[in-house]
């Protein structure tokens, strides 16, 4: 995948100078060998260990020069909760804590760490700096045990510093017809997220001002070829489609500029379809499918829901309409429903923006409900099929109409069974979904994309939004638990 933060992770040992520094030199060294045991890349740790201030600069120096770009408070012992926070505000980038856990009952008579109370100082020293910090559900730990929790984090670091360092890159204005898609944009300039809005016309000078690098274009040409085989079924449309991914690709490299990592959210109907003569389906699939997400209808958090759940697995995503219920006589007798009942299950949908591999089978199509105002010949390049069984997790960061952000994150799993039905399609079910969509959903007023990731990250996501400052975060509640507002005398 490209387009995304390599994670710079730095394990830095904090001790109380009224115990022995070599408890946490030793603790750090037992988890850094358990590190390399279990292959954890890009972890390293820092060879001062935190007393006071000035180790506190000295460590600081090394993450600097080392390009660190996220941390862990190691608390081998106690720790001085001063230097040790004063670290992490200096530092800027994501910071969680973990503390050990003592050993056994030898060394509770000389060697005892006392690290669990010295998380409470920790916290407390956090909340009066202001710092935003991930501190597990568990964070005491032994040295296996803190492994998964680096995997988390790393994760989780990966999700802050993308967004922190993202432009999102939209063509033509919001369309009228989907007025969901239209939210403010100040909240995206909160995150840290740059924005770039451009017009269609912008796009199609784009387009062919590519058009005589014919080489490029052949060989983009050729790499689709290769992965369609015989499912590319419109061949006098590709070279085009080569045009607009070498057009769009073109205009990433040169219009991140102070970002590191760029999305698209593209105006792709009704007007695109009679100037360029295609459907761009294809194309924003391969690039979503290599780390660049390009959303559809100039979904603008759209397309950063879609770059959050990329960070998140290191996988491919998706952006999907919250489409159509799952008519009972499609649902073969005994189907395994993945916890979820009828009502639960619906069909997320779009005209062809999931890549390939993220497909049970696909191939290029013309887009049904385009052609209904249009010719079919003007409406090639979708990318049709059905979507591939497996884990998901449904998600999306949104600014409401008073430019507050709100988020949801379900997980859930797209079925096995026939959609019987048009598009990139995929029925999905997620335990408890009829309550959280007319509850929240609808009831808090989402639009209606939604991203989804191929793998179940709802941990790694809800803890990324909350170092991002976002508080409004919702989950399906399960039976017996109302909602905010749920009628009880309705269930």
């Not at 967004?163 to 999102?168: C, E, G, I, M």
């Amino acid at each position: 995948m490209i387009n995304q933060p390599t994670v710079k992770l730095g394990i830095v040992g904090v001790s109380r100078d009224c115990f022995p520094i070599t408890l946490t030199q030793a603790r750090v060294a037992a988890l850094m060998a358990e590190v390399k045991k279990a292959g954890l890349p890009e972890v390293y740790d820092c060879p001062v260990t935190i007393e006071n201030e000035k180790d506190t600069m000295q460590a600081l120096d090394w993450a600097k020069a080392n390009g660190i770009n996220a941390v862990c408070m190691f608390l081998g012992n106690f720790g001085p909760e001063g230097p040790t926070t004063m670290f992490v505000q200096k530092f800027q980038g994501p910071a969680m804590v973990l503390a050990a856990k003592e050993e056994g009952k030898e060394g509770l008579a000389s060697d005892r760490g006392d690290a669990l109370c010295g998380v409470l100082n920790f916290s407390y020293s956090v909340g009066l700096r202001r710092l935003k910090v991930y501190i597990p559900e568990y964070p005491n730990v032994s040295p296996a045990e803190a492994v998964k929790e680096l995997a988390d984090f790393r994760n989780i670091a990966r999700v802050v510093i993308g967004v922190r360092n993202l432009k999102v890159i939209g063509f033509g204005p919001r369309p009228f017809d989907f007025l969901a898609c239209n939210a403010p944009i100040q909240p995206l300039y909160d995150l840290g997220v740059e924005v770039q809005e451009n017009s269609e016309l912008d796009l199609k000078c784009q387009f062919e001002k590519v058009a005589s690098r014919k080489a490029e274009i052949a060989a983009i040409a050729e790499d689709m070829k290769n992965e369609l085989g015989s499912r590319h079924t419109y061949p006098e449309i590709i070279d085009k489609m080569a045009q607009l991914e070498l057009a769009l690709l073109d205009w990433y490299e040169n219009n991140r500029g102070a970002c590191n990592y760029a999305v698209f959210a593209d105006k792709c109907w009704p007007a695109w379809q009679p100037v360029f003569g295609f459907e761009p389906c294809y194309v924003n699939s391969r690039l979503t499918g290599r780390g660049i997400p390009v959303a559809c209808e100039v979904d603008l958090y759209g397309a950063v829901s879609e770059f959050m759940c990329e960070c998140a697995t290191e996988k491919p995503a998706t952006l999907l309409d919250i489409n159509n219920s799952v008519p009972a006589d499609v649902i073969p007798a005994g189907a395994d429903l993945a916890g979820a009942d009828l009502r639960d299950l619906y069909m997320g949908f779009h005209c062809g923006n999931t890549c390939s591999g993220c497909m049970k089978e696909c191939s290029i199509k013309y887009q049904l409900i385009q052609a209904r105002l249009m010719s079919p010949e003007i409406t090639k390049g979708t990318l049709e099929g059905q979507i591939l069984p497996g884990k998901s997790t449904m998600f999306r960061i949104q600014s409401n109409s008073d430019s507050k952000l709100v988020s949801y994150i379900a997980q859930g799993e797209f079925l096995d069974i026939d959609p019987c039905s048009f598009g990139g399609i995929g029925i999905h079910a997620i335990p408890g979904f009829a309550r959280f969509y007319r509850h929240v959903l609808v009831g808090k007023r989402f639009p209606h994309h939604g991203a989804y990731a191929f793998e179940h990250c709802g941990k790694v996501l809800f803890e990324a939004l909350k170092m991002l400052g976002v508080t409004d975060i919702n989950t399906p509640l399960p039976a017996g638990q109302l909602y905010p507002g749920e009628n009880p005398f309705a269930i």
